[in-house]
């Protein structure tokens, strides 16, 4: 168990590439934080950083108060699991868990027990004696996985370990890692490019891009509050929907939709923002069918040609287009709907997320749509 | 279908007429040389021997194991392809190995270094005056300390351990592994493939090494067993060269006496030389037939 702070970490390569950018962060005991964000953001570099397989260019990696800077991967007390399982493919699936231990002089007895103990843990115990070419992808995630828990290390780092595995099988160990950290609780950094396991196993998330952190904060508050953009596309399947929006004396221009706004919320919106030109996020949850909205709840509405529709099962993606880009609508039924159907949709204005069209930033709405609030808004 | 069918089985068909050739020019000319080698010396003279001796005999390989030091010679080539090898890829493995390591100061240099050598020789005589100056000359040592260092088979096996996993290599450093034992333990395990290739070129070099043996040694006790035959055989030829060109009864006399010829004792030396080497083979095959690392990695 194990407390780390990552201090202001920065990682230069000398082709003066910068792969990593001030990463600031405390982890608390117990964490299990999600580094996510897509290929060459930093991710598995800050990982290896932690683990002390890439130098540090400036900053400090402390555990439990020690700085660690200079000291061997070996003597870290981390273990790590990595994405193409890297076991040793010479020893048999006892051998290989029990390396780290027999490099640290561990007695036999304890070795045992402690092998043991990890392979029932995960199931393997039947496959003890093979060698790693006689297992399924599964199992030899299983293996990393046990060479790992063996260790009984302060902290576990985990790169991409699900990334080889297929669908049905990720989703199993998925869960499976989930439990295995809630029965072990030691804090873990889980690097992953896939934002639906960051969501589901996260207990705070770290977004990067670019080697920089884009946000850092539970899976609830990523999702229902990104604090850019980049955050809101990357967060959420299908993506966030983007439409530039301009803000004109009587209300906001969507595309062709000149859509009327109360002056309030014009005035209010004016005065937040202090820009004209915006760009608004939906969730493709929060574009529904106008006789699926609830009346008292504050809305705009958009009529438009459905291009597709995907049935999902028991949800349905519709995919419209509005201001020359196309945006998707899930909706929660199992109706037929035919390309080209003409359709009206509604936009639940407080769910609506609003950016800065030059920064990107996100723009703090809080008070607007409180003001919103207060008349209803039909376009 | 049916013609991806009929292209496979066309494929097949090629494949193992292509396996067969091959095969057969590797096996043809080992069994006219053992034809030869099995045959008495006088009639293989006739010609006509293709691949099954006329007139058994077994004198040609007597008269080479009559060879004096015979056994002392067998001794020293064990000792320097043994120790040669073991010892010779063992630092070559290291010496790659250190060439892998993305970390090691002066890595491209020394690379360039080690393969700048390849481009050039000293030439015989000067190589003679190092060994001398170096105290190795008439030493069993001029046969080991020269050969530790191969750039071609160190180029070699670097390249091979940079495709290892080096996730691999990584799991080991956390594991709480030396660099030295992750070497020992988790590389050199992991390329059987390739050690078992270079130590098989390098005991192959040994083994047929006559060169430093003729050269660099005066002792005879100290001559391997290919300086021996090589000696035999010129031995030999020179003295059939002698009594062919000579005239008169003497010469018929002694050609009466001789049994064996240059060439049946040049088949059987061949034989002698190889069959240590044939034995050996089957058990480092089975290396070469699959790589290591199955299994370790997702590829």
Partial sequence: ?379 | MSNSMAGSKWMRVLNITLIVSLSLMIILPFMHVLAISLNSGIDAQRGGITFWPREWSIENYIEVFKQENLMNGLFISVFRTVVGTVVGVGLMAMAAYALTIKTLPGRKFITFFVFFTMLFSGGTVPYYLVLNELNLTNTIWVYIVPTLYSVIHILLLRTSFSQLPFSVIEAARIDGCSEFKIFRSIVLPMSKPVLATISLFTAVGHWNDWYAGTFFVRDPMLKPLATLLQEMLTRQAALSDILLRSSGSLAYEQLDKVTVTGESLQMATIIVVMIPMVLVYPFIQKYFVKGITVGSIKE
Wanted: hydrophobic share 40%; glycine share 6%.
């Fill in chain 1, 1 to 379: 168990m194990a407390r780390i702070q990552l201090k202001h970490l920065y990682k230069d390569y000398i082709d003066s590439v910068r792969a990593v950018t001030d990463f600031d962060l405390e982890i608390e005991d117990e964490e299990f934080i999600v580094l996510v964000g897509p290929s060459g953001c930093g991710k598995s570099t800050t990982l290896r950083m932690i683990a002390g397989l890439e130098d540090i260019s400036s900053g400090e990696v402390v555990i439990d108060g020690k700085a660690q800077n200079n000291l061997h991967p070996k003597d870290r007390d981390i273990a790590m699991v990595f994405q193409n399982y890297a076991l040793y493919p010479h020893m048999s699936v006892y051998d290989n868990i029990a390396f780290g231990l027999k490099m640290r002089k561990t007695s036999k007895q304890e070795i045992k027990e402690r092998v043991t103990r990890a392979a029932k843990i995960l199931d393997i115990e039947n496959l003890l004696e093979r060698k790693p070419k006689e297992l399924s992808g599964g199992q030899r995630q299983r293996v990393a996985l046990g060479r790992a828990i063996v260790r009984e290390a302060k902290v576990f780092l985990m790169d991409e370990p699900l990334s080889n595995l297929d669908a049905k099988l990720r989703f199993q160990t998925r869960a499976e890692i989930t439990k295995l950290h809630r029965r072990l609780k030691t804090t873990t950094i889980y690097v992953t490019h896939d934002q639906t396991e960051a969501m589901s196993m996260a207990t705070r998330i770290v977004v990067m891009k670019d080697g920089i952190i884009q946000q850092v904060g539970t899976p609830k508050e990523i999702y229902l509050k990104p604090a850019n953009i980049f955050v809101g596309k990357f967060i959420g399947s299908p993506a966030m929907n983007f439409f530039d929006l301009k803000v004109n004396d009587n209300g906001i221009t969507l595309g062709d939709s000149n859509i009327e706004l109360p002056s309030s919320f014009i005035k209010e919106a004016w005065s937040s923002f202090g820009k004209k030109e915006l760009v608004v996020g939906i969730r493709p949850e929060d574009i529904q069918l106008s006789d699926d909205l609830e009346s008292s709840r504050y809305t705009f509405q958009l009529s438009t040609k459905i291009d597709m529709a995907e049935l999902m099962g028991s949800e349905t993606l519709l995919y419209f287009t509005v201001d020359n880009q196309t945006a998707i609508s899930k909706l929660n039924t199992m109706e037929d709907f035919n390309m080209g159907q003409l359709v009206r949709l509604s936009i639940d204005l407080e769910k609506v997320h609003f950016f800065d069209k030059e920064t990107g930033l996100r723009l703090d709405l809080q008070e607007v749509q409180e003001a919103a609030k207060k008349e209803t808004i039909i376009a």
